[in-house]
């Protein structure tokens, strides 16, 4: 497999999937202390448009614990970006000292555009409301480890129109024929293209408003958080920020085998009550975003 | 008979796009760069009733031939019109426009806050579905499926 850039899950197929699971898999160890020098000598250049602890932290983690270095463009405010410069100049001049640089942006696409101008590996950290691949394989990876990507039984619950992370999930679940439910408020459901393209993979979707009445029959509940920021109406935001939330009474029916994950931050989606379950995986999810991310990291630098 | 031959007088050189779908004959001047201040022989028909498309346009453009990406516009917004292209009266080429699988450049994205429709140096591409005819943007994954002679560049 040689993927160079890694942009959109659209770009992978499953085996090129699979492959990447096995390799975060063997990383494992490294993420959890043990001492690596695979990527010594090289540096990383983290390029973030858009506010993002979590994601920059752990792809900083990531190469850290593999030996190598990360250089960071600062905040966008003191940078060449607020003198005006284009993405499409940062993205060649970051090229020349970086060996791979990991982008997020805030327009969609942009990704894409910075793989046409770049000479090292991009890697799309998020765009917009776009794509954010590496999320998408980090969420399969906990699915795989934590429960298991054949037969799987997945609820996908919150905004489902405008959560990029749900978008992307569902595709790369539909490769491997999950079946689906739906959940969300009416407000929020999943837009026609999407699930249209989605059955055309193979996926089994159905699609309902009611969680109580699924909670008995999955393996996997995937909760996100309704972003305010994504409404372009503060007032369509109210209507259905809230409606859905994961208690311990909630889950009374649920399987023993359950499994609970969330892309986090988390508001109030998941009583806190829940974390002390053994259902919950949300935490475990986060730290397997670094050995997802080292695959990568190795990956694109051996390719590029 | 008399009408008939005013719809389709014959010219001596030039093009004839027939088989244009029903009121998009506008939209295919525009893609021609055709305006009111062009100096070229245009003649329109407009709704002309067609045995194998119920009605269909016609355009016919005196001493021009179309070029390729002429071609490749048109079929986006009339992907049955057929194209013939006349010299000394005779009709020395005939052939239907061909969807293309990748346009760039012709058709600009109807998402706002797509890359391409920024200050980037960067050229509008998108993937052709034909049939239905939907457009994906080769960026932002967006997809236009209606309108899009509105869209065009």
Redesign the interface.
Known sequence: MMLKHII?M?DFSRDDIDIILAKAKEFEPIARGRKSGLLSGKILSTLFYEPSTRTRLSFETAMKRLGGEVIDLGSIESSSVAKGE???DTIRVIGNYADAIVLR??????A??AA?YSKVPIINAG?????HPTQTLLDLYTIMRESSLSGLKIALVGDLKYGRTVHSLAYALSLYHADMTLISPRQLQMPD?IKKDLKKQGAVISETTNLEEVIGDIDVLYITRIQKERFPDPAEYQKVAGSYRITEELLKSARDRLIIMHPLPRVDEIDPAVDRTKYARYFEQSFYGVPVRMALLVMAMEAG | MIEKEMRVRPIKHGTVIDHITAGQALNVLRILGISGTTRAVVSVAMNVPSGVLGSKDIVKVEDRELKEEEVDRISLIAPDATINIIRDFEVIEKFRVDLPEHIEGVVKCSNPNCISNTGEPVISRFAVNRKPVELRCIYCDHVISEGIAEHLI
């Open positions: 959109s659209r284009t993405l499409a942006h805030p327009r969609e696409g942009a894409r555009m046409e765009d917009g409301a776009g794509h293209v």
